[in-house]
T-cell receptor, first 115, second 114 residues
């Protein structure tokens, strides 16, 4: 089946620094990728929709200047958490959309801890 | 506003028995529903989906039932196996105004005991 990778799988950074998370579709092209975050014991919350070659669409309440998304190619989207703070510590998961509606494949997630 | 709700945070079932996971939604625009299985520190894995034009979809041990009038869906796993132990999320999407964006429920932790 389709594979989506994320890098890094976990990262610890200091408050005030920026962290970049990569999401790659390894064996298919994805015109659309989604970024989610999940707090412990809570649901996955959609942060933004990333479309190749255009600006990302952010969900209400998500700061676009803080969570920079770049979908530079049909196989790569990046999420940069700028000026990270401890409250940004979370599990970030991306998904990539293939052709049909139910073919949305998820990456393994990235655990971000901001100290 | 939680548009997709899974009111049971956990469920424990004996191996071989049926597991029934429930999900309710409030947005009448949702027309496509999916179930995902998730292990800790991993991304969700797609299990089964159902369109609002159907009321049942079956795939091996997994069956999803949709009751549109009640805005309720359920996932049946039979027979349950220890490897089914995971968190199960239901998700919904709307054909209009949302593209393929998924709205997830809060998840149900299923534990299948020997």
């Amino acid at each position: 089946g389709a594979v989506v990778s994320q890098h890094p799988s976990w990262v610890i950074c200091k408050s005030g620094t920026s962290v970049k998370i990569e999401c790659r579709s390894l064996d298919f092209q994805a015109t659309t990728m989604f970024w989610y975050r999940q707090f412990p014991k809570q649901s996955l919350m959609l942060m933004a929709t990333s479309n190749e070659g255009s600006k990302a669409t952010y969900e209400q309440g998500v700061e676009k200047d803080k969570f920079l998304i770049n979908h530079a190619s049909l196989t790569l989207s990046t999420l940069t958490v700028t000026s990270a703070h401890p409250e940004d510590s979370s599990f970030y998961i991306c998904s990539a959309e293939a052709s049909y509606r139910d073919e949305q494949y998820f990456g393994p997630g990235t655990r971000l801890t901001v100290t | 506003d939680q548009q997709v709700k899974q009111n049971s945070p956990s469920l424990s079932v004996q191996e071989g028995r049926i597991s029934i996971l429930n999900c309710d939604y409030t947005n009448s625009m949702f027309d496509y529903f999916l179930w995902y299985k998730k292990y800790p520190a991993e991304g969700p894995t797609f299990l089964i989906s159902i369109s609002s034009i159907k009321d049942k979809n079956e795939d091996g041990r997994f069956t999803v039932f949709l009751n549109k009038s009640a805005k309720h869906l359920s996932l049946h796993i039979v027979p349950s196996q220890p490897g089914d132990s995971a968190v199960y999320f239901c998700a919904a999407s709307a054909a209009t105004g949302g593209g393929n964006k998924l709205t997830f429920g809060t998840g149900t932790q299923l534990k299948v005991e020997l």
